[in-house]
Protein backbone atom coordinates (compact mmCIF):
# COMPACT_ATOMS: atom_id res chain seq x y z
CA UNK A 1 0.00 0.00 0.00
CA UNK A 2 1.02 3.47 -0.65
CA UNK A 3 1.50 5.85 2.88
CA UNK A 4 2.19 9.89 2.92
CA UNK A 5 3.28 11.43 5.88
CA UNK A 6 3.38 15.13 6.15
CA UNK A 7 5.00 17.22 8.70
CA UNK A 8 5.98 20.86 9.07
CA UNK A 9 2.59 22.17 9.89
CA UNK A 10 2.33 24.68 13.03
CA UNK A 11 1.40 28.28 13.97
CA UNK A 12 2.56 31.60 12.23
CA UNK A 13 2.20 35.19 12.34
CA UNK A 14 0.63 36.67 9.27
CA UNK A 15 3.40 37.37 7.31
CA UNK A 16 5.19 34.64 8.54
CA UNK A 17 6.06 31.14 6.49
CA UNK A 18 6.29 27.59 7.42
CA UNK A 19 7.46 24.83 4.86
CA UNK A 20 5.26 21.33 4.46
CA UNK A 21 7.26 18.55 3.19
CA UNK A 22 5.67 14.73 2.44
CA UNK A 23 6.61 11.79 1.96
CA UNK A 24 5.65 8.61 0.28
CA UNK A 25 6.36 4.88 1.04
CA UNK A 26 5.13 1.96 -0.09
CA UNK A 27 7.75 -0.28 -2.46
CA UNK A 28 6.65 2.84 -4.81
CA UNK A 29 8.26 2.78 -8.64
CA UNK A 30 6.71 6.55 -9.74
CA UNK A 31 3.99 8.88 -9.31
CA UNK A 32 2.32 10.77 -11.64
CA UNK A 33 1.25 14.09 -9.67
CA UNK A 34 1.72 15.20 -6.45
CA UNK A 35 -0.02 18.07 -4.21
CA UNK A 36 -1.14 19.68 -1.42
CA UNK A 37 -4.92 20.06 -0.66
CA UNK A 38 -6.38 22.35 2.04
CA UNK A 39 -9.93 22.24 4.27
CA UNK A 40 -10.81 25.19 6.44
CA UNK A 41 -13.84 24.62 8.78
CA UNK A 42 -16.94 24.30 7.30
CA UNK A 43 -15.59 24.70 3.84
CA UNK A 44 -14.62 22.44 0.75
CA UNK A 45 -11.28 21.13 0.50
CA UNK A 46 -9.50 22.53 -2.43
CA UNK A 47 -6.31 22.30 -4.26
CA UNK A 48 -3.42 24.82 -2.98
CA UNK A 49 -0.76 23.22 -5.65
CA UNK A 50 0.02 20.58 -7.52
CA UNK A 51 3.15 19.39 -9.68
CA UNK A 52 3.45 16.49 -12.05
CA UNK A 53 6.49 13.91 -12.82
CA UNK A 54 7.67 16.21 -15.31
CA UNK A 55 7.65 19.16 -13.00
CA UNK A 56 4.94 21.00 -14.47
CA UNK A 57 3.35 22.88 -11.60
CA UNK A 58 -0.38 24.39 -10.77
CA UNK A 59 -1.30 26.71 -7.82
CA UNK A 60 -4.52 28.15 -7.16
CA UNK A 61 -4.90 31.85 -7.81
CA UNK A 62 -5.23 32.76 -3.96
CA UNK A 63 -1.52 31.53 -3.48
CA UNK A 64 0.43 32.00 -6.80
CA UNK A 65 3.38 33.77 -6.23
CA UNK A 66 3.53 33.26 -2.13
CA UNK A 67 3.28 29.39 -2.56
CA UNK A 68 5.73 26.94 -4.19
CA UNK A 69 5.70 23.43 -4.57
CA UNK A 70 8.12 21.52 -5.67
CA UNK A 71 9.22 17.14 -5.46
CA UNK A 72 12.00 14.53 -5.23
CA UNK A 73 11.31 11.78 -7.84
CA UNK A 74 13.41 9.91 -6.48
CA UNK A 75 13.04 10.41 -2.63
CA UNK A 76 9.27 10.32 -3.53
CA UNK A 77 8.56 13.67 -1.28
CA UNK A 78 6.67 17.17 -1.98
CA UNK A 79 7.23 19.99 -0.33
CA UNK A 80 4.96 23.61 0.39
CA UNK A 81 6.90 26.52 0.72
CA UNK A 82 4.48 29.19 2.28
CA UNK A 83 5.40 32.76 2.44
CA UNK A 84 3.72 36.08 3.70
CA UNK A 85 0.95 33.49 5.34
CA UNK A 86 -2.34 35.07 5.59
CA UNK A 87 -5.00 34.35 7.71
CA UNK A 88 -7.13 32.99 5.33
CA UNK A 89 -4.23 30.44 4.79
CA UNK A 90 -5.57 28.86 7.97
CA UNK A 91 -6.55 25.20 7.15
CA UNK A 92 -5.61 21.76 7.27
CA UNK A 93 -3.18 20.68 4.92
CA UNK A 94 -3.55 17.31 3.28
CA UNK A 95 -0.51 15.83 0.73
CA UNK A 96 -1.98 14.20 -1.99
CA UNK A 97 -0.62 11.65 -5.05
CA UNK A 98 -2.30 10.67 -7.92
CA UNK A 99 -1.69 7.29 -9.87
CA UNK A 100 0.53 5.35 -8.43
CA UNK A 101 2.80 2.47 -9.66
CA UNK A 102 3.85 -0.18 -6.96
CA UNK A 103 5.76 -2.99 -7.64
CA UNK A 104 4.42 -2.77 -11.46
CA UNK A 105 0.79 -2.66 -10.70
CA UNK A 106 -0.97 0.69 -11.66
CA UNK A 107 -2.95 2.50 -8.93
CA UNK A 108 -4.94 5.12 -10.79
CA UNK A 109 -6.60 6.56 -7.87
CA UNK A 110 -5.78 8.96 -4.61
CA UNK A 111 -3.88 8.63 -2.06
CA UNK A 112 -3.80 11.04 1.12
CA UNK A 113 -1.56 12.04 4.39
CA UNK A 114 -3.51 12.35 7.38
CA UNK A 115 -3.18 15.95 7.32
CA UNK A 116 -1.54 18.87 9.23
CA UNK A 117 -2.68 21.62 10.89
CA UNK A 118 -1.84 25.35 9.63
CA UNK A 119 -2.60 28.23 11.52
CA UNK A 120 -2.25 32.00 10.69
CA UNK A 121 -2.95 34.42 13.21
CA UNK A 122 -3.42 38.31 12.09
Not at 9 to 19: I, P, Y
Not at 47 to 67: I, K, N, Q
Not at 69 to 93: G, Q
Request: aromatic letters at 10%.
Amino acid sequence: QVQLAESGGGMVQAGGSLRLSCAASGSISSIDDMGWYRQAPGKRRELVASVSSYGETTYDGSVEGRFTISRDNVKNTVHLEMNSLKPEDTAVYYCNAYNVFVGGKQYLMSFWGQGTQVTVSS
